[in-house]
């Protein structure tokens, strides 16, 4: 019998009952929920009856339809003042702690959970939102569930869920000057398309991952979902245990040692088996840009957008759909391309780390004229952390300013919207037709490249500015 990899540890630990052949039954040891999919589940509750099974194994926030701006005052859009009005309601009926508006914990989901301790190695983490993925940068099975999942498990803390496929993606070698987890990732995107994950859970390996930090670490697993991959994770190691120690919700003490020790058997026996692997060397990846309306059509900054030639026949009438929307022509060089807008956030690269790649980029420098740019911490940590060292006056003295936390312009469910026609370059994960606002178009980055736009007004390579 073959080993277990990472991943069949982590899920098979957690599964409660096999169901022959059809799903397993998997218990949640984390579920996290927020304003737009936690609704319709509640009311499926009250509507039979029910009590949220475990409310302590439950954490709410609010981040989707919060503005990033005056958020002490009443939130203007009815909708989004309904729907989140409509989470604390909940919260309070069924017992569950809320991080809402003003909190000092509240904050975009997918940031708090790791910022707070409460993303752990070896736990089964789920919440009604695809990014879900970034919590298994610790060595977690996390994955996002519909609406109607979400009820399960508020009902019962299990999932009915078939069990995935492995994958792993091997980078070996040493990152080109420039190059961040961001540029990996959609690199590695760009590579196996879309769907070329569709199926599996993937686990990153490989020395140029183990060189990364766990904010680098979430940003590429928080983009596994964009590959068509049911989840993403990395191996614990002491990079992680160094970021959980101290945090709000970890274990302390002699209980941090212990649960050390039980995190460190979370990595794959010798023998274990992955239904496919890949492997790809760090050399080859250099700062990566979106010119498309999926995550998988991305090139090097220095390189240029494909020609139809290039391309597979049944791709040909999207690609076409992509340049049209985008108002890009086949074959063009994207360098120098002017760029309006440029939005740093988003459950991506919404974290300390990015804040200040951005900020130490831009410091003595100054915004292009041509450029409207938001900057919206990930958290109300994240932006008390940024406070306390001064990146906000970095910031201001470079003709930017710091925004309050929440998802903003990742996607149109707040006021944080791109108009029409105008091109934004973000750090956000997902550049589809209007996802940052109807009729806006989106190009993909680091956060360091994301900087280096916004002082020189156009697509511009990080790499030979730092």
């Known amino acids: 019998m073959a080993g277990k990899t990472l991943f069949d540890k982590v ?41 949220v099974f475990r409310p302590r194994n439950t954490v709410a926030t609010v981040d989707h339809n919060v503005p990033t701006v005056n958020q002490e005052l009443s939130i203007k859009d009815e909708l989004s003042r309904f729907q989140v009005n409509k989470l604390s309601e909940n919260c309070r009926n069924h017992g569950v702690d809320l991080y809402g508006l003003n909190h000092p914990y509240q904050g975009i989901v997918h940031v708090i959970g790791p910022e707070l301790g409460i993303t752990q190695p070896g736990m089964t983490i789920v919440c009604g939102d695809s990014h879900t993925s970034t919590h298994g940068a610790f060595g977690s099975v996390a994955f996002g569930i519909g609406t109607s999942e979400v009820e399960m498990v508020l009902a019962t803390q299990c999932i009915l869920q078939p069990k995935p496929k492995k994958m792993r993606i091997n980078i070996e070698g ?20 879309t769907s070329g994950g569709t199926g599996y859970f993937i686990e990153y390996a490989g020395s140029a991952i183990r060189s990364l930090s766990m904010e680098g670490r979430m940003t590429i697993c928080n983009m596994s979902i964009e590959s068509g991959a049911r989840g993403g994770l990395i191996a614990p190691d002491e990079v992680t245990y160094d970021y959980l120690r101290g945090r709000e919700f970890a274990p302390s003490g002699t209980d941090f040692d212990k649960a050390v020790e ?79 807008y440029v939005f740093v956030g988003s459950c991506t690269n919404g974290r300390i780390e990015d804040l200040r790649e951005f900020a130490n980029f831009v410091k003595g420098k100054k915004r292009a004229s041509n450029i409207t740019a938001w900057i919206v911490p990930g958290s109300k940590q994240v932006e008390k952390q940024a406070l306390e060292e001064g990146l906000d006056k970095v910031l201001e003295a470079a ?19 791109i108009p029409e026609g105008k091109l934004a370059v973000s750090t956000s994960n997902r550049n589809f037709e209007g996802r940052q606002g109807p009729g806006s178009r989106t190009m993909l980055v680091s956060p360091l490249t994301a900087a280096a736009v916004a002082v020189t007004g156009k697509v511009t390579d990080p790499s030979e500015m730092i």
């Open 11 to 51: 899920w098979d630990a957690h599964v409660v009952q096999e169901i022959p052949k059809g799903p397993g039954v998997v218990y949640i040891d984390k579920h996290l929920i927020h304003e737009v999919t936690s609704p319709q589940a509640f009311a499926g509750l009250d509507a039979r009856g029910l009590k």
């Open 174 to 193: 040493k990152l080109h000057k420039g190059v961040r987890a961001k540029d990996i990732i959609l690199y590695i995107i760009s590579r196996i398309s």
């Open 262 to 340: 039980q995190w460190e058997a979370l990595k794959n026996d010798p023998d274990a088996v992955f239904d496919k692997e890949l492997h790809f060397a760090a050399e080859d990846i250099r700062p990566m840009i979106t010119y498309g309306t999926n995550p998988g059509m991305g090139t090097m900054i220095r390189g240029s957008i494909p020609g139809e030639e290039e391309l597979e026949i049944e791709s040909i009438n999207s690609f076409r759909k992509s340049m049209q929307y985008m108002d890009f022509r086949p074959g063009a060089k994207i360098e120098g391309t002017p760029v309006d």
């Open 399 to 417: 003709g930017f300013e710091l925004r309050q936390p929440g998802c903003s312009a990742c996607l149109a469910m707040n006021d944080d919207k």
